[in-house]
């Protein structure tokens, strides 16, 4: 009589491994899945664990020192989003205090050009957090009822995340990208149906202030006969991050000053015209299109500042997943050990300069000049490579240039 495994089935030829037991049998892959069952259930539940003790939560400096070594610079937006969210853990501690004040909670709204950090941030912040925690995409969302994603798609992801605990979805953190997006296209009210502009906005409402809100368990469009589940957002922590493409010429308006051009201007003497963002205010918000009362409930502003030289060149190799980090554990995993000229990375952030599309852009740029090699160099297996500065510039010249034809 052939053994099998008790759990899958299989026979004692079609494995490696047939370990017996007093009344069955368990394969080596069986264990093997059983092992990461347990090991993934394990972390999951330590992460969500609610017992958490204010002497075990990490403080504000503890949460800035883990960002500083994933994130360049950016240290106004690091202390921010660090108190933020420290006092949101502490939001949920206090139930049990006993007295009659209420801690109210304080969501956050982060305004950066492309490529400066903001999605980056809240994906490192979420790897310290002991609470569910998603990002989501505001550009998919519609007015209840359009084609795209109802504003209830939301904290759908976030009840995935927590594994359906409710109680642990209404301690969450949701990040809100791409909130520049959904602006009406002016000051004033729209007038029209503004499906996802102005509709979202006031869709977003209930959620930002805490209200019951029935979820759709697997998200799409609600219908009658679908099971809800209500989730009170009342102790879930937002934060939203956006570009605000242009909204230096609000801010410049409202400073009485200009973005460009050589009129004489007054008061501007203390005015930095390269960094209009560190001026930003809740008006400027409006001016763009977001409405009162979003704004109102996004009590935190902050800023990222735009990525300069200095910045870009220690994005390249400093911080512990930098992008060559990342080059150099490819080749690593086909036995290549991948050098780079010096001269190749200030020559990679000058495209990165020239090409004005901040961390994003240094990715781009190292890609097209690494496709070949990445392309040859697992075949040809050499134990080590040396990228040259001659190298990378004909690698950009030739991709420059069969752009140009494809046009």
Do not use: W
Not at 84 to 93: D, E, W
Not at 162 to 180: H, L, P, R, S, T
Not at 236 to 258: P, S, V
Not at 375 to 384: M, N, T, W
């Amino acid at each position: 009589m052939t053994k099998r495994c008790s759990f899958c089935g299989r026979g004692e030829s079609e494995v490696q491994l047939l370990i017996s037991g007093m009344e069955g049998f368990i394969c080596d892959q069986c264990v093997e899945q059983a092992g990461e069952i347990i090991r993934d259930t394990l972390e999951f539940k330590k992460k969500k664990d609610k017992g958490f003790k204010l002497s075990e939560l990490p403080k504000p400096m503890d949460i800035k020192r883990f960002l500083d070594q994933y994130v360049i610079g950016q240290d106004d937006a690091k202390r921010f989003l660090s108190v933020s969210v420290y006092n949101h853990y502490k939001r949920l501690m206090q139930a049990d205090s006993g007295d009659d004040v209420e801690i109210e909670k304080s969501n956050i709204i982060m305004v950066g050009s492309t490529g400066t950090g903001k999605t980056l941030l809240a994906r490192t912040i979420a790897k310290l957090l002991k609470v569910p925690f998603t990002i989501v995409d505001a550009t998919v969302l519609t007015e209840a009822g359009y084609v795209g994603e109802d504003i209830e798609s939301i904290l759908t992801r976030l009840l995935q995340v927590a594994d359906y605990n409710v109680a642990q979805a209404e301690k969450g953190i949701v990040f809100i990208d791409e909130i520049d997006k959904i602006a009406r296209k002016g000051d004033n009210p729209s007038i029209t149906r503004d499906v996802s502009g102005e509709g979202v906005q006031q869709g977003l409402l209930k959620l930002l202030e805490g209200s019951v809100v029935n979820v759709p368990p697997q998200g799409g469009r609600k219908h009658p006969d679908q099971k809800m589940i209500p989730v009170n957002t009342k102790n879930i922590l937002f934060i939203c991050g956006g570009a605000f493409d242009g909204i230096e010429k609000k801010i410049a308006q409202r400073l009485n000053t200009n973005v460009v051009g050589y009129n004489a201007v007054r008061n501007t003497a203390t005015i930095d015209k390269k960094n209009m963002m560190q001026y930003i205010a809740p008006q400027d918000l409006k001016a763009f299109g977001l409405i009162p009362e979003i704004i109102g409930r996004l009590p935190v502003l902050t800023y990222l500042n735009p990525l300069d030289r200095e910045a870009l060149r220690s994005i390249l190799t400093e911080p512990k997943n930098s992008i060559i980090k990342q080059y150099v554990k490819l080749f690593q995993m086909d036995g290549v050990k991948l050098t780079f000229e010096e001269s190749v990375y200030e020559y990679i952030v000058d495209k990165a300069v020239e090409y004005k599309l901040g961390a994003r852009g240094l990715r781009s740029i190292v890609e097209t000049i690494m496709m070949d090699v990445m392309f040859e160099l697992p075949s040809q297996k050499p134990e080590s490579y040396v990228l040259t500065l001659d190298y990378a510039k004909k690698q950009i010249e030739k991709a420059n240039m069969a752009r140009l034809q494809s046009a």
